[in-house]
């Protein structure tokens, strides 16, 4: 088995990738990264790799951290990173999201590898996604309106841009 390169390095990096298992006439399997699309961006399934640049890493880092303190000593309040959410409401499909703040969490200490709104009881207050440049649309308009029907309080988007030569 062999990775087979089909689509341009920086287009993988850029947006995320999934592998495929391609089998060849000759009976033997090679896998190939596949971009991913708008749909999987939103809702990564496992396996899926969402690269981030340095500036996402390190913003979402760091407010987990300033939150992390912030509620250190609450035994309620919980603060994720890059953790699946499972929505209580059924049109909502789950999503990863960069930091999230969850007021009345029943074990705040428990390893969780998701949160599922409805076992706890309870669903984030405060939002923070960091802006990808290739998927600025869903980041500033899908996700605002889908936080909205989970009846989300806070969503707060960290976006660095270029525009004419400046970062902003």
Known sequence: MTTTPKYQT???????WRREIITNPDATTDYIQVPLTSE???????????????????????????????YAKDPETAVFRDLVIKWDIPRLRDRCLDVYVVFGVKNKAQNR????????????????????P????EDR?????????ASVQEYVMIDCRTQRGQVI
Not at 53 to 58: E, G, K, Q, R
Not at 141 to 149: L, P
């Open 10 to 16: 920086s287009e993988l990096a850029e947006g995320g």
């Open 40 to 70: 999987e961006f939103l809702h990564p399934q496992e396996g899926y790799h969402l690269p981030n640049s340095t500036f996402h890493d390190n913003a979402a880092g760091d407010a987990k951290d300033m939150l992390t303190r912030r």
């Open 113 to 132: 590898t998701e949160f599922v709104v409805a076992q706890d009881g309870a669903r984030p207050c405060l939002i923070m996604e960091v802006v990808s």
């Open 134 to 137: 290739r998927y600025r649309k």
């Open 141 to 149: 308009q899908i996700k605002v309106q889908q936080y909205a029907q």
